[in-house]
């Protein structure tokens, strides 16, 4: 079992910066995959990054990649997702996400989920 907790979410101007955090639960956290994921109001819920459980691979929606960057910490539970450059169409609710699964990119591969944290991108 994973629990999922997301912080660092917010209101910011474009062209700003913020940095999402991920602390998990669980003295498992390092066999885990974890990834990010995004949603806004009656859309599915969208890929961003994800790590794997090593850290040693990294993967981006063509959207967010250059901009955002993924990275884990296994002795603190944590991962982290930077993000620079924030533009208006970044603004929806962000999940973190773990899984065990070889393939990381698409919803249905993740078991455990947070409750999401709220960016919003707006002057």
């Known amino acids: 079992q994973v629990q999922l907790v997301e912080s660092g979410g917010g209101l910011v101007q474009p062209g700003g910066s913020l940095r999402l955090s991920c602390a998990a639960s669980?003295?498992?956290?390092?066999?885990?995959?974890m990834g990010w994921f995004r949603q806004t109001p009656g859309k599915e819920r969208e890929f961003v990054a994800a790590?794997?459980?090593?850290?040693?691979?990294?993967y981006y929606a063509d959207s967010v990649k250059g901009r955002f960057t993924i990275s884990r910490d296994n002795a603190k539970n944590t991962v982290l997702l930077q993000m620079n450059s924030l533009r208006p169409e970044d603004t929806a609710v962000y999940y973190c996400?773990?899984?065990?699964?070889?393939?990381?990119?698409?919803?249905?591969?993740?078991?455990?989920w947070g409750q999401g944290t709220q960016v919003t991108v707006s002057s």
């Open positions: 790590i794997s459980w090593s850290g040693g691979r990294t």
């Open positions: 669980g003295r498992t956290f390092s066999a885990y995959a």
């Open positions: 996400a773990a899984t065990k699964a070889a393939r990381v990119l698409t919803t249905r591969e993740y078991d455990y």
